[in-house]
């Protein structure tokens, strides 16, 4: 079987697996990240997502084999080292943003992302960001409450 190198939340991890062996299930069942779920395996609802060099991607369907030198980042992943949440997460708990917590994940990621590559969104690039995510709980409101204020907390504003 090949072996992968993988960088993942700061760490560099070696992986005995088949090179079309999703990221996902080598996220989950050979590292045991659980942050990332599987929900549809069809890359459409995001409960997978992973950052992936800073971006949102999902992990579903993308085999190990792709990822190469990526940096991989998953919910586990975006906390410092001391502990303390990141800016994202820090505003889905005070806006409660979550619900059941099953597409949390998606939600945190894609913000995530998003903050990365736009500091400043307004309303409709976080509606864009986030479109791939499936929440039937309907917390839409909240959680796009939660992106705004995560934005002020990182600018300083």
């Keep these: ?6 960088h993942i939340n700061g760490l560099q991890k070696e ?5 079309d062996t999703p990221l996902l299930y080598v996220l989950r069942d050979y590292l045991e990240l659980n942050g990332p779920k599987f929900g549809c395996g069809l ?5 997978c997502m992973v ?4 971006s949102a991607a999902t992990s579903c369907m993308r085999p190990i084999a792709s990822i190469g030198d990526s940096k991989i980042t998953t919910l586990e992943g975006l906390a410092s080292e001391n502990g303390k949440l990141h800016a994202v ?3 889905f708990n005070r806006e ?3 619900q059941c917590g099953y597409c949390l994940n998606g939600m945190v990621i894609a913000s995530v992302g998003l903050l990365n590559s736009n500091p400043s ?5 976080i509606k864009d960001a ?11 409101t909240r959680i796009i409450q939660a992106v705004k204020t995560a934005s002020k907390n990182l600018s300083g504003k």
């Design 15 to 19: 992986i005995d697996t088949e090179p």
């Design 1 to 6: 079987m090949p072996k992968f190198s993988l």
């Design 121 to 125: 969104p307004n309303d409709s690039e």
């Design 130 to 140: 986030l479109q791939l995510n499936l929440c039937r709980c309907s917390a839409h």
């Design 96 to 98: 409660q943003a979550a």
């Design 89 to 91: 997460q820090e505003a």
């Design 51 to 54: 950052l992936i060099d800073g």
């Design 43 to 47: 890359s459409q609802c995001g409960a």
